[in-house]
């Protein structure tokens, strides 16, 4: 049996070693990181007007050429300029009767194309589909050949314009994707197409074309085991079925791939191999239930992408695709919607190989195709893409792009018949409406009947949108049966380098600037927020308190991995004033089946309870890492006990009454206080003032201090205090200058209203004089209400920045609201001092992002007076599409009831300030 196995296997590999494969022949680069150098003509614009070379494949833009346009531009003032290529090559006289086709992957917009003077074919019109003419009787065999392409980057045809320029993006030309001869025998297989389910059938077809008798199909697996094989009599257009059994299955948690060997024979002899990757998995659309694959319902978590690079345009590589789907995974991301036009080849092989669900989209952003050109163009895409597991949905345009004429043929080319959906309308029993606001519809989306997929939501902009209203949106689609999950818009940041302003970065102002990431895939705030709400295996909240018993209560969120599949470990953080002392280990992994729920059992030493914060890092199945939780131990009174180091020993605390305040002097420290309202009006030590002023001042609340007085404590430190007064001075504030040069501030307030935007007190410290700050909290992106998720607790160190997010691109931003401060230290020009808070889950406030609105009140970052703050509650924002209270429950107001000033139930904030050396 073995034997006759091994002799079997044996003439498979001869076979395939003998018959010819297809050879290909690049005339272009493959991507933007190896362009191959053509003569170039630019008919408008920068550099026009003479003969030079470019690099291809490239936007011409990018090379220096021609206009850069946003697609919003007007027509009166878009750059139409055409570029002429030319490109001399040699063909071996051997390839004299074989087929030869000229295939390009992509050219931006009308593209004819000439060899040797001679038209190639008709003119193609559509920037981001391949396609190929047979120039096999217009060479030159073993001479040199002239290739001519003149391309037109605004299109002829006013649908294809509609569909792909007149767009929310940048919009280029030239030949942007790769150019290669293609070399088939004269008997030759193509136009084959692939339908492995999961239950192990396989059904392909192939046409074949000149003289053939037999084709015999192989499928090896990834070990290069052959586990399925056929021959049978070749037909020009023939459909074959195959079966494998028990195949390992397609799934972006398990991308198991497979290859069909089709080798076709003629008189005994091989005379053409093709080899086709693929993935053994099925994928169904229940209505008014889910999307399904491999028997388990789908929640998608994903993410619209385009394909670009600043320095390049459109035009990416392979490495490229690489980066892009392990950043998409790394954010515990499994899906991926193509916007808006079909991907590069090597996006979909990298998708296919390392695991992304892929709705493939032909292009229409808001205007659509006519039928004929659509036509021809869903053809083209579906032969192009249609073998690629990955790809799971095919949608027809985007936005009122889609033409529904066109639906039909999608199944026509397609073995697999996926769905068609189209972005932002209801159909075939999926609604997708973009940008609804949470619990939106009326007898539909959130509250109707069907299956409800947004494949676009939470628009980004600078730093709103995103993770910003995520955890609501989540947790809500998690919990509904009818939801398929989502695609957040967008992937990176569209800054483009402008080649006409000195290579600086520019995203067309704010239209550009709505990635998680930046252009060169700086990493935002968002990225680490969606890292934590998307991670798989869920954590339930749990408070780290006395009694804690290393319990955490796990829910399994993958779709086919089990929980034991993944890694866990714990460390515990002791955090001293000079070093930081770690213990760590392993946790076993909890048997938890997908979906499931279970405990995960952390085997914490005795002393648990001496360390600061216990982390729980979890990594999957290739060692990659889901997410790390923080759990504080300690609180932030103890640690503020720690630092302050309560002792008797100090000097006397002076006092000088003035008629306008009060004037403090303890140790190397000068302080003035206003005698009137008890807020900091200066403060000075040894080497002069320290910048902080005017405070504490209440935000959204009366700053109604008053019978402000001091006095001395048994201690012998001076307390400046202010008198209660349930109608006139309900808001309280408390000095206490300790004898150890410590000074504390205790501050009672009442907000002014129920609903509030944001509460605490504000603090002057001007911008100028800001370097820097190392402090102890959640870390190190700044924080909204409704984006807490994805920080780390710890000792960060911040040097100040003026980064805008989406406008400039050095994170983290060192503006902003930074959550669960404990304490740190202040570096301002020439100065440095201390500051500790008693209070759990205050929000530490560096000075504010640059105010932004828009016509609806969309995206407002909103800060508070002064400079510096220190939070009992904060805002949250809004998106692109969205008002900030339309993101969800965190999105709303901050919401507190004065209880009519009972004093008791009034809001708290204690800080400990250190200003001098001593």
């Known amino acids: 049996m073995m034997r006759s196995f091994l002799y079997i296997l044996l003439l498979v590999i001869t076979a395939q070693v003998q018959a010819q494969q297809t050879e290909v022949q690049y005339l272009s680069g493959r991507g933007n990181n190896d362009m191959v150098q053509w003569d170039f003509y630019c008919t408008v614009g920068m550099n026009a007007g003479r003969w030079t070379t470019i690099g291809v494949p490239s936007c011409w833009e990018l090379q220096g050429f021609g206009k850069y346009d946003y697609g919003f531009a007007k027509d009166s003032t878009r750059g139409k300029e055409s570029g002429l290529y030319r490109k001399k090559f040699k063909v071996p006289a051997s390839w004299k009767g074989k087929n030869i086709n000229i295939v390009f992957e992509g050219v931006m917009t009308d593209a004819e194309v000439k060899i040797n003077g001679r038209l190639a074919g008709a003119k193609h019109q559509g920037a981001f589909y391949a396609f190929k003419y047979d120039i096999s009787k217009l060479l030159n065999y073993g001479k040199e050949n002239l290739l001519e392409v003149k391309v037109d980057k605004h299109s002829s045809n006013k649908s294809v314009n509609a569909a792909e320029r007149e767009a929310d993006y940048w919009i280029f030309g030239g030949i942007f994707r790769p150019v290669w001869l293609e070399v ?103 209505q008014r239930d889910g999307i399904y694959v491999n028997g388990v319902k789908m929640k998608f978590k994903g993410v619209n992408r385009h394909s670009f690079r600043p320095e390049s345009g459109r035009t990416t590589s392979y490495q490229n695709s690489v980066e892009d789907v392990l950043l998409i995974k790394e954010m515990n991301m499994n899906a991926v919607r193509m916007s808006h036009y079909p991907p590069d080849a090597h996006f979909l092989d990298v998708c296919d190989s390392l695991g992304l669900y892929v709705i493939d989209e032909l292009a229409g952003w808001h205007g659509h195709y006519d039928t004929p050109t659509g036509s021809l163009r869903v053809k083209e895409m579906i032969e192009h893409d249609r073998n690629h597991p990955s790809i799971v949905i095919w949608a027809n345009g985007n936005e009122g792009g889609s033409n529904p004429e066109l639906d039909q043929l999608f199944g026509q080319y397609d073995l697999q018949n996926r769905v068609v959906i189209h972005p932002w309308q209801l159909n075939n029993g999926i609604e997708t409406q973009h940008y609804r606001q949470y619990n939106y519809g009326v007898g539909n989306f959130e509250n109707g009947r069907e299956i409800v997929m947004p494949t676009e939501f939470l628009h980004g902009w600078f730093d709103g949108g995103h993770g910003a209203g995520l955890d609501d949106y989540w947790n809500k689609m998690w ?53 934590e709400v998307w991670s798989p295996i869920f954590i339930e909240r749990r408070e780290v308190a006395a009694g804690f018993d290393g319990r955490f209560n796990v829910e399994n969120r993958y779709q086919f991995a089990n929980a034991n599949s993944c890694t866990y470990t714990w460390k ?96 190397d420290i000068e302080l003035w206080f206003d005698k009137n309202n008890g807020l900091l009006k200066q403060v000075r030590n040894a080497r002069g003032i320290v910048p902080l002023s005017n405070g504490p001042v209440v935000q959204e609340g009366v700053n109604n201090f008053a019978g402000v007085s001091y006095q001395y404590d048994k201690d012998r430190n001076l307390v400046i205090s202010s008198v209660f007064d349930k109608k006139k001075s309900f808001n309280t504030l408390q000095w206490i200058i300790h004898r150890n040069g410590w000074v504390q501030l205790k501050v009672n307030y009442f907000p002014d209203s129920l609903h509030t935007k944001m509460l605490g007190i504000n603090f002057d410290l001007p911008e100028s004089q800001m370097r820097s700050v190392t402090y102890m909290g959640k870390g190190p992106y700044r924080v909204w209400k409704n984006r807490l998720k994805g920080g780390a607790f710890g000792v960060w160190n911040k040097k100040y920045n003026n980064t805008e997010t989406g406008e400039q691109w050095d994170y983290p931003e060192f503006k902003g609201y930074h959550a669960n401060f404990y304490g740190g230290v202040i570096h301002t020009e020439g100065q440095s001092f201390a500051v500790a808070t008693e209070t759990e889950d205050l929000f530490l406030r560096l000075y504010g992002a640059k105010w932004k609105t828009d016509q609806w009140h969309n995206y407002e970052p909103w800060f508070p007076k002064g400079d510096i703050s220190f939070m009992n509650a904060i805002p949250s924002i809004g998106s692109r599409t969205q008002t900030r209270e339309t993101t969800g429950p965190m999105g709303t107001d901050n919401i507190y009831y004065d209880y009519e000033k009972d004093p008791t139930r009034a809001l708290s904030i204690v800080l400990w300030f250190k200003f001098g050396d001593k």
Request: proline share 4%.
């Open 479 to 531: 919990n509904n049966p009818l939801s398929a999950g989502g695609f957040l818009w967008d992937f990176a940041d569209q800054g483009v380098v402008r080649k006409d302003k000195k290579d600086s970065l520019d995203t067309d102002k704010h239209r550009g600037a709505d990635g998680i990431v930046g252009p060169h895939h700086e990493k935002e705030g968002s990225f680490f927020t969606i890292k």
């Open 184 to 286: 088939l025998p004269q008997t030759y297989i193509d136009d084959i197409s692939i339908d492995a389910k999961a239950d192990g059938s396989f059904r392909t077809k192939a046409t074949t074309h000149g003289k053939q008798n037999t084709l015999s199909i192989q499928i090896f697996d990834k070990q290069g085991k052959l586990v399925a094989e056929k021959e049978s009599a070749a037909g020009n257009i023939q459909e074959y079925t195959l079966a494998v059994k028990q195949p390992d299955l397609w799934s972006s948690e398990f991308p198991h791939l497979y290859k069909a060997v089709y080798t076709l024979f003629n008189r005994g002899k091989p005379v053409h191999t093709v080899e086709k990757k693929f993935g053994f998995r099925t994928v169904e659309v229940k």
């Open 572 to 667: 515990l953080k002791r955090i001293g004033l000079k070093e930081e002392q770690v213990l760590d280990g392993r946790i076993v992994a909890p048997d938890i089946a997908p979906g499931g729920k279970g405990q995960l059992q952390v085997p914490l030493p005795a002393d648990w309870n001496s360390y600061d914060v216990l982390y729980i890092t979890v990594k999957d199945h290739y060692q990659q890492e889901l997410f790390t939780w923080s759990y504080t131990i300690s609180r932030p009174a103890q640690k503020a006990k720690q630092l302050v180091a309560f002792s008797k020993e100090g000097e006397d605390v002076q006092v000088n009454e003035k008629s306008d305040s009060y004037e403090v002097k303890v140790k």
